[in-house]
């Protein structure tokens, strides 16, 4: 994935290499990331990962459902993440994720798409059982660059509070 400058309306009053879970205001909205995927990039992953023909055969997903090769989702997923990690996701307070909710596909990545996050706090509260750290809850939107929503997720994460 090629990368711009990041597109940001980042409103944190931290940057991620101090950010605690304080941090995270329910509310929040959060834009970050731009990163180009080239066919090279879409072919490769699929290849190791999702050998589905309309991700692996430029030929053969000219006569497929979306008439030209496409991303896997888990491709897209993982550069979600990526961007996540560098731009939304504590340096120094992030513990672990219990997991995601509705995780969906809305539309195609095509190579030379560029995507970006929009991640918005849906909720953060302290843990009832270690009052040291709490959970977040956010709505993550991938877009490409039109505009369009590609990806969709509610994400969970655990997070330290500030010492």
């Not at 990368?3 to 205001?25: C, G, I």
């Not at 496409?70 to 993982?78: F, L, N, Q, R, Y």
């Not at 504590?90 to 929009?118: C, H, I, N």
């Not at 909720?123 to 009832?128: D, F, I, K, M, T």
Request: glycine fraction near 8%; charge should be neutral; aromatic fraction near 8%.
């Amino acid at each position: 994935m090629t990368t711009a400058a990041p597109a940001s309306t980042d409103n944190f009053a931290s940057p991620v290499e101090d950010r605690y879970f304080e941090d995270y205001v329910p509310g929040a909205v959060h834009v970050f990331g731009a990163g180009t995927l080239t066919e090279q990039e879409i072919l490769d992953f699929a290849r190791r990962f999702d050998t589905q023909s309309i991700h692996t055969d430029p030929a053969a997903a000219q006569d497929g459902p979306f008439q030209g090769l496409i991303a896997s989702g888990w491709h897209t997923t993982a550069v979600m993440m990526r961007m996540y990690a560098d731009h939304y996701l504590s340096k120094v307070a992030s513990l672990a994720s219990p997991g995601v909710d509705e995780l969906r596909w809305q539309r195609p990545v095509r190579p030379g798409d560029t995507l970006s996050v929009r991640a918005t706090v849906t909720g953060a509260r302290v843990s009832r059982s270690k009052p040291d750290r709490g959970l977040v809850h956010t709505g993550v939107e991938v877009l490409n660059q039109r505009g369009e929503t590609v990806l969709t997720m509610t994400i969970m994460n655990m997070l330290r509070r500030r010492p």
